[in-house]
């Protein structure tokens, strides 16, 4: 069983960054995927990256692909996700989400979920 919990969101304008977090707890952290994910109200909610339990791959959404990087710090039971040159169309409900093995970029098989954390970005 893991817990997570977002954290990081927040207003910026277009161009800034941020760095989201999500904290897991449970001693197996190292032993999941993790993904990214965010939702906009009446839209389903869509991949943005994911990374293997060893941090050793990671996979981005084309749409992000160069300006977002996601990591991990199995030490501290976190994974992260640096936001670089932020768009309005980024702003969403970013979500993390674990799976105990098979990283993938599919939202239903996913076993676990954070509450989320709101990010906007004004223009």
């Known amino acids: 069983q893991v817990q997570l919990v977002e954290s990081g969101g927040g207003l910026v304008q277009a161009g800034g960054s941020l760095r989201l977090s999500c904290a897991a707890s449970?001693?197996?952290?190292?032993?999941?995927?993790m993904g990214w994910f965010r939702q906009v109200p009446r839209k389903e909610r869509e991949y943005v990256a994911a990374?293997?339990?060893?941090?050793?791959?990671?996979y981005y959404a084309d749409s992000v692909k160069g300006r977002f990087t996601i990591s991990r710090d199995n030490a501290k039971n976190t994974v992260y996700l640096q936001m670089n040159s932020l768009k309005p169309e980024d702003t969403a409900v970013y979500y993390c989400?674990?799976?105990?093995?098979?990283?993938?970029?599919?939202?239903?098989?996913?076993?676990?979920w954070g509450q989320g954390t709101q990010v906007t970005v004004s223009s």
């Open positions: 449970g001693r197996t952290f190292s032993s999941y995927d």
């Open positions: 989400a674990a799976r105990p093995r098979g990283v993938t970029v599919t939202r239903t098989l996913y076993n676990y």
């Open positions: 990374i293997t339990s060893s941090g050793g791959s990671t």
